[in-house]
């Protein structure tokens, strides 16, 4: 059998995937108080402490109106904070 069968498959694993993460709009609902951030979202145990970077995406709902400051949301997700009243901030 001829070497490169052999040996295993290897590619590329990229060192920003280890610190980011997806929020879905259902998790926004388990965070106390109206501002949603990085430090927030840790606080609430949602996402690691490692974690730098943080995505809000459509899925699952949002009851009340909130304000996502510093965190990067989906076209979709930014329709649904606005709709349940909140905003977004960069």
């Known amino acids: 059998m001829p070497l490169y069968r052999r040996l295993?498959?290897?590619g590329f694993t990229s060192r920003?995937?280890?610190?980011?993460a997806e929020v879905r709009l259902s998790d926004l609902a388990k965070?106390?108080?109206d501002v949603v951030d990085l430090n927030t979202l840790k606080a609430a145990n949602i996402i690691g402490i490692q974690i730098e970077f943080?995505?809000?995406?459509?899925?699952?709902?949002?009851t009340r109106p909130v304000t996502v400051r510093g965190?990067?949301?989906?076209?979709?997700a930014r329709a649904a904070i606005e709709a349940a009243g909140g905003k977004t901030e960069e």
């Open 54 to 62: 943080a995505k809000v995406i459509l899925s699952g709902e949002v």
């Open 16 to 20: 920003k995937a280890m610190v980011t």
């Open 71 to 76: 965190l990067r949301v989906t076209k979709g």
């Open 8 to 10: 295993p498959k290897f």
């Open 31 to 33: 965070v106390e108080g």
